[in-house]
């Protein structure tokens, strides 16, 4: 299938990419975001899905490649910037209650709504094969500035089809989830 994306499809791309440099790497980020190393992180999951459908994300998913980088900086969140964690949000099924705060076994969620993903660590290619739908596959390398989307990606972002990746990743009530913000089955 063809990558080439019309002059519409290129525009939305853009502003999506532009969105996530400005969330990551902004005039104006957190203190604590500085103490990240962004060099061995990608942005993935629904939140390049939501941009592209010109939606605000419900959170932003950020992977680390390599576990040794991820577990300092989030020995640094929760040592030094606990304050900037986001309060429990009850809708997360699986949660450990660390002091109200958005500290799972999955992921640690901070009050801008990045979440860094602490259950699967690795290169894009290796973690994204984990992913249950098509729609959450596109990544965006933050420190090269690049957004990685195929023609197949884009198409069930934007019409909001819920394509298999892995059928032994779904689980029911992602499935719902998605269904709820207007998904439909392919």
């Known amino acids: ?72 900086f989030v020995d640094i969140l929760t040592r030094d910037f606990k304050e900037n964690v986001a309060d429990i949000n009850q809708m997360y099924r699986e949660f450990v209650d660390q002091d109200g705060k958005m500290i799972t ?20 290619k290796d ?15 933050i420190v090269q500035n690049k957004l990685y989307i195929s023609r197949e990606q884009y198409g069930a972002c934007v019409s909001k089809v819920l394509v298999v990746n892995n059928a032994s990743m779904i689980k029911r009530y992602r499935e719902e989830k998605f269904l709820e913000r207007g998904y439909i089955k392919c």
Not at 26 to 54: C, E, H, N, R
Not at 112 to 119: A, C, G, M
């Open 105 to 124: 076994e999955n992921a640690i969620t901070m009050d801008n709504k990045i979440s860094f993903i602490r259950v699967s660590v690795g290169e894009p």
């Open 1 to 72: 299938m063809s990558n080439d994306f019309s002059h519409e499809e290129v525009e939305r791309i853009l502003t999506a990419k532009v969105h996530l440099r400005q969330k990551f790497t902004g005039s104006v980020i957190p203190t604590w975001l500085t103490f990240a190393p962004l060099d061995q992180m990608f942005v993935t999951g629904g939140a390049i899905a939501s941009l592209l459908q010109l939606e605000d994300p419900n959170d932003y998913d950020v992977y680390c490649k390599n576990k040794i980088d991820l577990f300092s």
């Open 127 to 141: 973690v994204r094969k984990t992913f249950d739908y098509t729609h959450c596959l596109p990544y965006y390398d």
